[in-house]
C-alpha cells in the first residue's frame, strides 16, 4: 500500500533569520528547533519530504567569495547553490535524525543535492529580476558589469546589486531517486533553495545557469512528482487574508482553486508575497494534489488539527 507523503517547504530565514549573525551554532540551533516540527509529522503517520529556502545563506556566500576574491576564484550561482544545498542539508539532516532518535523512531535521513530543470527560453532569462549577493559602489558595479556581464541595478540608495532571472522549474533531477526513497520510509531533505537551476543545452546535457528558482514552486513540483499527499507550505502569518492589513482583513481558513485563482486575479496576493505560494498551491492541486497547508511555524501543530492556517482544496 502507497504510504501518506507530506512535502514541507519553508523559508532558509528558518535557519537565519534576520536578527542574527548566521553563526554556525546559531544555525545548528534553529535546524534543530525545525526539526521538532519535521518530527511532529512524521509521529502524525506521514513519510516526509523536506523542501528549504537559502536565500540567506547563499548571499552571505557570495559576500565571503567577494572578500576573498583576489585569492580564490568566486563560484557561479549554481554552485554556489549546490554548496549550501549540501551545509543546510547537513545540518537539517542531522537534527532531524537526533530527534527521530530523541522520539525512540527507527528512520533514516537522507540529504540529496537536486538539480531542477528550467527552460533554455524561458522569458525570465530576458529580464533579470531577482537581487542576489553584496552591495557594490558603482564604481565596482560598471566592471562587473563590463566584465562578466552581469545585470547590475541600483538598490534604493545601499549600493549597486547583481540580479539574475527567476525562470519557473519544469523538472526535477533526480526525482526517481527521492520518490524511491521517501516510499522506502526515508526521511528525503530535497531541492533545497529551489534546487540547482540547470538548462538542457543544445547537446542534450545537462548546463547549470545563473539564475533562482522560487523555492515555493519547485516544492509544488516535487510535491507532484512524488504523488504527496498533504504539501504544506510555512510562511510569516498563522493563515492567508482577505484584504490583508485592510479594516475589512477576514481569514480564510478553506479556499477552493477557483476562490484562490479568482482572489489572485484580484491582486490579494501580490507577486513578493503571498503570491507564490498561492500560484504553486494552485499548481499541486490541478496536477490532481490533495490538500495544501498554509500556516506559521509556531501554528503549525494547531494547523495540523484544523486549528490554524489555511487549507487550499480542489473543491468545496
Not at 548566521?22 to 540551533?29: I, P, V
Not at 513578493?272 to 490533495?290: F, L, V
Request: aromatic residues 6%; hydrophobic residues 40%.
Amino acid at each position: 500500500m502507497k504510504p501518506k507523503v507530506a512535502l514541507i517547504a519553508f523559508g532558509g530565514n528558518a535557519l537565519l533569520p534576520d536578527d542574527q549573525r548566521g553563526l554556525q551554532d546559531e544555525q545548528m540551533r534553529n535546524a534543530q528547533k525545525a526539526a521538532a516540527l519535521m518530527v511532529h509529522i512524521v509521529r502524525k503517520g506521514y513519510e516526509l519530504i523536506v523542501v528549504h529556502g537559502n536565500g540567506p545563506q547563499v548571499g552571505n556566500l557570495l559576500i565571503q567569495m567577494e572578500e576573498g576574491v583576489t585569492k580564490i576564484p568566486p563560484y557561479t550561482l549554481d554552485v554556489c547553490d549546490a554548496m549550501t544545498e549540501g551545509s543546510m542539508g547537513f545540518m537539517l539532516e542531522r537534527a532531524i535524525a537526533n530527534e527521530l532518535r530523541r522520539h525512540s523512531l527507527d528512520k533514516e535521513v537522507a540529504s540529496i543535492i537536486t538539480q531542477v530543470v528550467v527552460d533554455k527560453d524561458d522569458p525570465a532569462f530576458g529580464c533579470p529580476t531577482k537581487p542576489v549577493g553584496p552591495f557594490y559602489s558603482k564604481y565596482r558595479g560598471l566592471i562587473l558589469a563590463r566584465e562578466k556581464k552581469w545585470t547590475m541595478v541600483e538598490d534604493a540608495g545601499r549600493g549597486y546589486r547583481k540580479v539574475v532571472p527567476s525562470p519557473k522549474p519544469i523538472d526535477v533531477v533526480p526525482k526517481g531517486i527521492i520518490r524511491d526513497l521517501v516510499h522506502a520510509g526515508r526521511v528525503v531533505i530535497a531541492a533545497g533553495g529551489g534546487g540547482i537551476p540547470v538548462i538542457i543545452n543544445g547537446r542534450g546535457l545537462f548546463e547549470g545557469v545563473e539564475a533562482v528558482i522560487d523555492k515555493d514552486y519547485a516544492a509544488s513540483l516535487l510535491a507532484r512528482e512524488v504523488g504527496a499527499d498533504l504539501f504544506i507550505i510555512l510562511t510569516a502569518i498563522d493563515r492567508v487574508y482577505i484584504n490583508f492589513g485592510k479594516p475589512d482583513q477576514r481569514e480564510a481558513p478553506v479556499l477552493t482553486v477557483e476562490e484562490a485563482r479568482k482572489h489572485l486575479a484580484d491582486g490579494q496576493f501580490p507577486p513578493g508575497s503571498m503570491g507564490p505560494k498561492i500560484r504553486a498551491a494552485i499548481e499541486y492541486i490541478e496536477a490532481g494534489g490533495r490538500e495544501v497547508l498554509i500556516t506559521r511555524e509556531t501554528h503549525l501543530k494547531a494547523a495540523l488539527l484544523n486549528r490554524s492556517g489555511t487549507r487550499i482544496v480542489a473543491s468545496a
